[in-house]
Nanobody
């Protein structure tokens, strides 16, 4: 079991920013590729971004490119998702996920099937 915990969600105005954090107390997230997914009401879960385990390779879903940035703090075993220029359509529950099976060492894909564990999610609401 990997107890992923997301934090940093909340209410933001359009054009505003939020920074989400993903951690797993007692575990070294630097060992795994990590991804962020989101799910809006009535919609399927969709991938947002991912970061590889060791090479720092990142990938982004087209709608967030240039606005969101995923990064790691390996010293503290935290993965961040910096979200800028937020839009109402970014409103969703955001989940982080870990590939503990290390399917693609040094790389990552934004696909739900590539990840073994998900956190409970954090709500992001973008509204004026």
């Amino acid at each position: 079991q990997l107890p992923l915990v997301e934090s940093g969600g909340g209410l933001a105005q359009p054009g505003g920013s939020l920074r989400l954090s993903c951690a797993a107390p007692g575990f070294r997230l630097a060992r795994y590729a990590i991804a962020w997914f989101r799910q809006a009401p009535g919609k399927e879960r969709e991938g947002v971004s991912c970061i590889s385990d060791s090479t720092g390779i990142t990938n982004y879903e087209d709608s967030v490119k240039g606005r969101f940035t995923i990064s790691r703090d390996n010293a503290n075993h935290i993965v961040y998702l910096q979200m800028n220029s937020l839009k109402p359509e970014d409103t969703a529950v955001y989940y982080c996920a870990a590939d503990t099976s290390r399917r693609l060492p040094g790389f990552c894909v934004i696909a739900p099937g590539a990840y073994d564990y998900y956190g409970q999610g954090t709500q992001v609401t973008v509204s004026s």
